[in-house]
Nanobody, 128 residues
Framework: VQLQASGGGLVQAGGSLRLSCAAS????????MGWFRQAPGKDREFVAA????????YYADSVKGRFTISVDNAKSTVYLRMNSLKPEDTAVYYC??????????????????????WGQGTQVTVSS
């Protein structure tokens, strides 16, 4: 499995970015795609996740209402639309795959250790 994340950059507080994660190498029909982030000196934290069908989503409380995760099955790509960005959103953002994750409740989609495949990360910097 290969995951290629892109779309990061420098943006002012209140601005928007859209991250993309292109997936290849296997069938994802039962998988869950997730976005995580890691700021310097902090642990990797969950941001959002979506079933490959797009039917179910799950968000961290810190981004709920500001971020939207979506999937384009035809392009094998997952997106993270980030609005109303804050300086505390600054981090390296990673996409990841949890094989067969859709068999579990959405509340169990947030643990990094449950995700088997990871992309290389894309830097998001929000200036105040």
């Amino acid at each position: 499995v290969q995951l290629q994340a892109s779309g990061g950059g420098l943006v002012q507080a209140g601005g928007s970015l859209r991250l993309s994660c292109a997936a290849s190498g296997r069938t994802f029909s039962r998988d869950v795609m997730g976005w995580f982030r890691q700021a310097p000196g902090k642990d990797r934290e969950f941001v959002a996740a979506i079933s490959w069908s797009g039917a179910s989503t799950y968000y961290a409380d810190s981004v709920k209402g500001r971020f939207t995760i979506s999937v384009d099955n035809a392009k094998s790509t997952v997106y993270l639309r980030m609005n109303s960005l804050k300086p505390e959103d600054t981090a390296v953002y990673y996409c990841a795959v949890r094989p067969s994750g859709s068999f579990y409740a959405t509340s169990r989609w947030s643990r990094p250790n449950d995700f088997e495949y990871w992309g290389q990360g894309t830097q998001v910097t929000v200036s105040s």
